[in-house]
């Protein structure tokens, strides 16, 4: 029962993650085509870097039908919505905090599993939950990716990883863990937007 309410909360991230992938793309004013390749990179980029860490083949994706299918109906159902109404200006910070939270506890969760450091656990957590929002930016022609733009990004990441370790240390039931953090990396991260938190930067721009 737990692996199967994994794999649906692993799915919702996926999906909210494609969306956030056509949401960057309309932004953008790329082409449909645009969006089903943003939508598929910002979904499977994470998990693709952290199975390739891990020494995973073949990669998790390749023989997933079904979230290969959630992804395409996602992306499709999105850019169809889009033809017709606008969202708001926040819609794609909050798809894609969705996205982060559940990504970053399934791969804190696959990091557990492969049986590496409870350190090496968080990184492989963090990257899971943040590559798929940097490669979408790039893709989109941004620079630098929100990420690197002084964003409590990866922060909520971090603090979400270290929350489902510790729960997952003091024996709390995967589902449990995994809803606790995800609620902690979701919250932090639109704490952030709404309040207008930022990282300080390493050092002030020189003046113009």
Known sequence: MAGAMLHVLYLTGIAAFAASGVLAAHRARLDPFGGLVLAFAAAVSGGTLRDLILGRHPLYWTHDRLLLTVIAVTAVVTMVFLRYRELPRRSLMTVDAVGLAVVTVIGARAAIDAGVTPFAAV???????????????VLCGEFPPLLLREEVYA???LLGAVCYLVLDRLGTGPTTAAAVAASLVFAVRMGALHFGLHL???????PA
Do not use: K, N
């Open 123 to 137: 990184i492989l957590a963090v990257l899971t939950g943040v590559t798929g929002e940097v490669i979408r930016d």
């Open 155 to 157: 922060t909520a990441a």
């Open 200 to 206: 300080p930067r390493l050092a002030q721009r020189p």
